[in-house]
């Protein structure tokens, strides 16, 4: 009998025991302008904030519990704006098949794209795919909404 541990439960273990935060930093770095990101540790988790394209982008993670919570918004569009019920069609449009994991939302009187789901069970893979949704859909939408809704 040998004590050494088999390969692919070592792998397993590697894969299974990454760090969101370090995981998220690891996203944020790719894809931020000048490779410049900001990030405040506050009492509710982390909030990290970055430039892509022409929109800022935040990523909150208030913690590593199963029931702790991942979110990923940026800010597309300020209200109020000229033919708003127009703009709220084409926004629940959007929704329902263009904007993957990702959603339209509006918050503190903006349009904001929006991704959340708790903690448990997040992959590496699910924050790299939600914080690039999140930055790549506001980042297409913001400027065609802007001339479109406030012109």
Known sequence: M????APETVLIEELTN???VQEIETVISGMAVDHNAMVAKEEQGYLWKFQYGSVEVFVRLTGETDDDTFTVWAKVLQLPVANEADLMRKL???????TFEGHFAIVDNE???LAT??????????IAR???I?????DQHDD???AEYNG
């Open 2 to 5: 040998t004590t050494e541990t």
């Open 18 to 20: 990454f760090s969101n």
């Open 92 to 98: 629940l449009e959007m929704n329902w098949l263009s």
């Open 111 to 113: 349009v904001v794209v």
């Open 117 to 126: 789901r708790t903690v448990a069970e997040l992959s590496p893979g699910e």
């Open 130 to 132: 939600a914080i690039t």
């Open 134 to 138: 999140v930055a790549t859909l506001a």
């Open 144 to 146: 065609i909404l802007k």
